[in-house]
């Protein structure tokens, strides 16, 4: 009588665990990339509607500037000078840069590029 010795079952398991596993590397990836995105915009957003308002307040270019930057920075995001816009209105325009986390990519050079997001946000004093 030949008995089973479960090899077929578990070569079976053993690449079904490793598929798994490789998707859930891709998948946290893909997920950082897209919270990353959504982060970044609503960042933009919130900070420019703070800046309008600190510039209707103070009227000074420079001191929302460096508000809104430093809001940024204590997420981890820069706001360069030349991306930083206020409007005859007084609202302002920005550009919020953001680097995503990442399991794998930051270890593919051809990839590392989609890690850095640029985010638009515009905003309007509130009255």
Sequence with gaps: MNRDSGAIVLGWLTKLVVAFALFGVVAYDA???AV????ASDQAGELARQAADSYQTSKDVNSAYL?????AAAEGDTILPTDFL???GGQVQL??????TS???VRVGS??????ITAQGEGAPFS
Excluded at 67 to 71: D, G, R
């Design 31 to 33: 997920v950082s990339l």
């Design 36 to 39: 990353a995105h959504v982060h």
């Design 67 to 71: 508000q809104a930057s430093a809001a």
């Design 86 to 88: 206020v409007m005859p």
């Design 95 to 100: 550009t919020l840069r953001h680097t995503a």
């Design 103 to 105: 399991l794998w990519m």
């Design 111 to 116: 990839l590392k590029k989609y890690l850095d």
